[in-house]
């Protein structure tokens, strides 16, 4: 058994498994490249796009994806005040299990901003039966998507800086939903179609649809519009020291060419002794 | 020029010291007056990139372990509170991811040098070898380390490397159950990975102590190849190595911090977000790029004994190098043919790195066959029969002469004494 197990698993990963992936790539298109104003060595995060994801997921996503390595605290990032903080957690749709309290009894109350995202369902299994499949955490999903670049763009990518494959993916993917599969893919009974999808069989229904989400900001309200500020708040979701990062390597930047430089020319100086 | 004078201490306590524990003197001799011969060239300078970079992946990686929890339920998460809560938690973590990568790149970039000039033959043999033995540390240390965010790269790629012992006969199993604490990859599993991934960067150390004290019982190579006859063919390491290897250090930082800064996740794989899920296989398991050539070499045999045995070699055939190579002129500067399949074999090895992210089938495998095949020949048939049929070039007198001559036209036999 055990041996039998062992050789599949190595048989599987090193040889068919990534034969499927790449029968799967063929047929995937790669997703549009889009901009974001946090690409770049400069880049920011768009307080407003990233507020109106959050609306977004709030509001759409957040019914079967988890957040849970974030906690509400956290959203004052987004650009929020520590009142309207308390306020989305204590109006959050999922309350949080605690206790026990003094009956030695569990509990559930509202979010308080130190608690994490609570999860829309009790266990994998549960989430299973409901909706087909586990909806995957949300948490670091900007990071752990992507697409192959191929040759010669990874190593273009290193001097461009482009790392905005994983939003690029999720843009996509919300607006890659087609009624009916190309001729000649069958689907699994009770999945859809999205070309953008590994292998183009998926289990969440098309999430959204123009006018689902009230913006109060005066932005476009169609699927388009919703996908990239989903996106952009997932990437901040999964990178909320970005800026800060970026902001420092300017600084270490600048400071070690400097530096460099000046080594530089303590070397020639101390070398033209020998020369 | 301050030649090989011995420690003379100014004041007291000094004196009083160096009679019980002569460490300022051994730290004079070895780092300040130590003889280093002038013509160095930049490709030298990656020893110190390297002693840097383990000090950097030592202290980064202590408090990071402050920080993280090495249990199979809670190891992931914990990566995600230092990335998200730690202060500058996140800074710490690409600091050191990316610092395993540039660790093994200027590692890499070291052994070529090494390669290139001949600096493992006679008498550097075991300078070399101790650097072959660090490659191998090296290698398990940054397996291991991977393991420990409990991604799933983290998890499949414990699993398939841990597998490869599984090949041993008879005892093959029973190795695997040993290695794993159990009988799959778990949390036994992850805890030894990370006892053993914070002591073995302390091996490390101890045998960067042995490889930096053969290199100052032996001496350096150099570009020329030839050894040091007097005084005029060296300067001493401080400040003339010193300040050299120090602006060639914060280069190397430039390029360190445009990946842990502007993209520190280049160099990782994106499933590696992805929690470990024993029971959903990535659909490409894929090592870090700096294993790529070794996995290329395991894949691109059919047999899976053969393939393991063919990763093991490829790395121990390193350490038999400087038997390997029969020329007796170390520098490939005077052994032109040598020169050109140098480049090859460098080819060769991205070659087969590059396949080592590909999957491993119809072309890729063909093609990684026919460089695991190069790889191999090019150690035991290229490098002994070049060795006996090259024709060299005239090596020069001595370093200073190799330097000056083109400048002083017509010095032609050796003025120095």
């Known amino acids: 058994m055990l041996r039998s197990i062992l050789a599949a698993v190595l048989a599987v990963s090193l040889a068919g498994a990534a034969a499927a992936q790449e029968h799967a790539d063929h047929s995937t298109p790669q997703p549009p490249r889009q901009k974001w104003s946090f690409a770049g060595p400069f880049g920011k995060y768009d307080r407003a796009q990233i507020q109106r994801g959050f609306q977004v997921y709030k509001e759409v996503c957040s019914t ?44 559930e109350r509202a979010a308080r901003p130190a608690d994490r995202f ?28 992507t697409y192959e670049r191929g040759l010669p763009w990874f190593i273009i990518d290193i001097f461009t800086q482009f790392q905005e494959q994983g939003v690029d993916y999720i843009t996509a993917l919300m607006t890659g939903y087609e009624d009916k599969p190309p001729a000649g893919v069958t689907l699994p009974q009770g999945l859809m179609y999205n070309k953008y999808f590994p292998g183009g069989a998926i289990a969440m229904p098309s999430p959204l649809t123009d006018g689902r989400v009230t913006y109060s900001d005066g932005s476009p309200q169609t699927v388009a519009q919703y996908s990239k500020d989903v996106s952009a708040f997932l990437m901040w979701a999964a990178e909320p020291h970005m800026e800060t990062r970026k902001r420092i390597g300017f600084q270490v930047m600048v400071f070690l060419i400097i530096f460099a430089g000046l080594m530089y020319f303590t070397k020639k100086r101390v070398w033209s002794a020998v020369h | 020029m301050s030649g090989h004078e011995t420690y003379q201490p100014q004041n007291a306590f000094m004196k009083w ?100 000039y001949g600096s493992y033959k006679e008498p550097r043999e075991i300078l070399w070898i101790l650097g072959v033995i660090l490659l191998l540390l ?68 101890g045998v960067v102590v042995l490889h930096i004290w053969a290199l100052h019982v032996v001496g350096q190579n150099n570009p020329t190849g030839i050894d040091p006859k007097s005084e005029r063919d060296t300067v001493s390491f401080t400040p003339y190595a010193t300040i050299k290897d120090a602006f060639m250090l914060v280069c ?60 093991g070699a490829s790395i121990a055939i390193l350490a038999f190098l400087p038997w390997l190579d029969t020329s007796r002129v170390r520098s490939a500067n005077y052994r032109p043919l040598y020169k050109q399949v140098f480049w090859i074999f460098v080819a060769v090895c991205i070659g087969l790195g590059w396949l080592g992210a590909k999957p491993a089938e119809g ?29 060299t070039k005239p090596l020069p007198n001595s370093i200073s002469e190799s330097i000056l001559t083109p400048a002083r036209s017509g010095s032609g036999t050796g003025t120095v004494t």
């Open chain 2, 17 to 116: 010291m160096e009679r019980r524990l002569p460490i300022a003197g051994l730290i004079y001799s070895s780092f300040i007056v130590y003889p280093t011969p002038r013509n160095l060239n930049y490709w030298w300078t990656f020893g110190g990139i390297l002693t840097f970079m383990l000090a950097v992946q030592i202290v980064t990686g202590i408090v990071l372990a402050m920080h993280y929890t090495p249990h199979v339920d809670f190891a992931f998460n914990s990566v995600e509170l230092i990335m998200r809560d730690v202060n500058y938690g996140w800074l710490l973590r690409y600091v050191h991811a990316n610092g395993a990568a540039m660790f093994f790149l200027a590692a890499y970039i070291h052994m070529f040098r090494g390669m290139y």
């Open chain 1, 118 to 145: 609570p999860q829309p369902w009790p266990n994998e299994n549960a989430a299973r039966v409901r909706y087909n499949a586990v909806p995957p955490d949300m948490s670091v999903i900007a990071k752990a998507r």
């Open chain 2, 138 to 205: 090296m290698i398990a240390t940054g397996f291991m380390g991977y393991v420990l965010p409990w991604g799933q790269m983290s998890f499949w790629a414990a699993t398939v490397i841990t597998n490869l012992f599984s090949a041993i006969p008879g005892v093959g199993e029973a190795i695997v159950t040993w290695l794993w604490g159990g009988y799959a990859v778990g949390n036994p599993t992850l805890q030894r990975f990370y006892s053993l991934h914070y002591l073995l960067p302390f091996v490390i150390a």
């Open chain 2, 252 to 311: 190397f930082c430039i390029v360190y911090a445009w990946f842990v800064f502007y993209m520190p996740n280049y160099l990782g794989h994106a499933d590696n977000y992805i929690p470990a899920n024993p029971a959903v296989t990535p659909m490409h398991i894929v090592p870090e790029w700096y294993y790529l050539p070794f996995y290329a070499i395991l894949r691109a045999i059919p047999n899976k004994l053969m393939g393991v045995a063919a990763l």
């Open chain 2, 363 to 391: 072309g890729y495998v063909i093609a990684a066959r026919i460089l695991t095949f190069y790889y191999f020949f090019h150690f035991l048939v290229i490098l002994p029969v070049l060795g006996w049929v090259e024709r």
């Open chain 1, 64 to 107: 079967c994806h988890g957040l849970n390595l974030l906690s509400f605290r956290h959203l004052s990032g987004l650009g929020y005040s520590d009142a309207q903080v308390t306020q989305i957690a204590s109006d959050w749709l999922f309350k949080v299990q605690d206790g026990p309290n003094d009956q030695g009894e569990m509990f």
